[in-house]
């Protein structure tokens, strides 16, 4: 490793350990803000467009929202990251979402848990650091709890097809090619 990346692999280590526990409580209450430009939905699959022209909001709250999301999206693999807006590693990985998001919007779907959040503050979040992908709000950390998470923010969960966690990943993705290879793998089932 060159030594000039052992800084940066150091920092997001510590930031990944560390990782984050708690809300911050703030009480933002601006629900009212312009909704965010959805990204074009040019040649995808219906399911997976229906998904994108949701991109940046938070489409519903708990268990009965996330799963009525999943059966929507039933046929297509379903990577689900979990974030929160006082999130230090949220906010470090949501570029590389971005990004993933774009790659592969033909072939996975993309949703988010905003756990143990603030409403305001999430959509505060969402239209500075916008991912590309719609999230369901779980303030009480259920939804993250039932798919075996909330020990650690971010989280990040990979979906088959038929709605089945193949893999969970606790802490932020260090890098976008890390990120990017997990979905490979889990997502799309390539292997090596």
């Known amino acids: 490793m060159p030594r000039t990346a052992l800084p940066a692999v150091?920092?997001?280590?510590?930031?990944?350990?560390?990782a984050c526990g708690g809300s911050s409580g703030s009480e933002?209450?601006?629900?009212?803000?312009?909704?965010?430009?959805?990204?074009?939905?040019?040649?995808?699959?219906?399911k997976l467009a229906a998904n994108v022209e949701d991109a940046d909001t938070l489409?519903?709250?708990?268990?009965?929202?996330?799963?009525?999301?999943?059966?929507?999206l039933r046929g297509h693999p379903v990577v689900v990251n979990q974030w929160a807006s006082w999130c230090?590693?949220?906010?470090?990985?949501?570029?590389?979402?971005?990004?993933?998001?774009?790659?592969?919007?033909?072939?996975?779907?993309?949703?988010?848990?905003d756990m143990q959040d603030d409403r305001g503050a999430a959509e505060d979040f969402m239209r500075e650091l916008p991912s590309g992908f719609p999230s369901i709000f779980d303030p009480d950390a259920s939804v993250t709890a039932s798919l075996g998470g909330g020990r650690s923010s971010p989280t990040t969960f990979f979906l088959d097809a038929n709605g089945e966690v193949v893999n969970l990943k606790i802490g932020a993705y260090a890098t976008e090619e890390l990120l990017d290879r997990d979905i490979e793998q889990f997502a799309l089932g390539k292997k090596g």
Do not use: H, N
Request: aromatic share 8%; charged share 25%; proline share 10%.
């Open 59 to 72: 489409v519903g709250e708990g268990e009965d929202a996330f799963r009525k999301r999943l059966e929507k």
């Open 10 to 18: 150091l920092a997001v280590s510590a930031l990944t350990l560390a």
């Open 88 to 113: 230090d590693p949220c906010r470090f990985e949501i570029p590389f979402f971005r990004s993933m998001t774009a790659k592969y919007r033909k072939q996975v779907a993309f949703v988010g848990l």
């Open 28 to 46: 933002s209450g601006d629900e009212g803000g312009p909704r965010p430009q959805a990204p074009s939905t040019a040649g995808l699959p219906p």
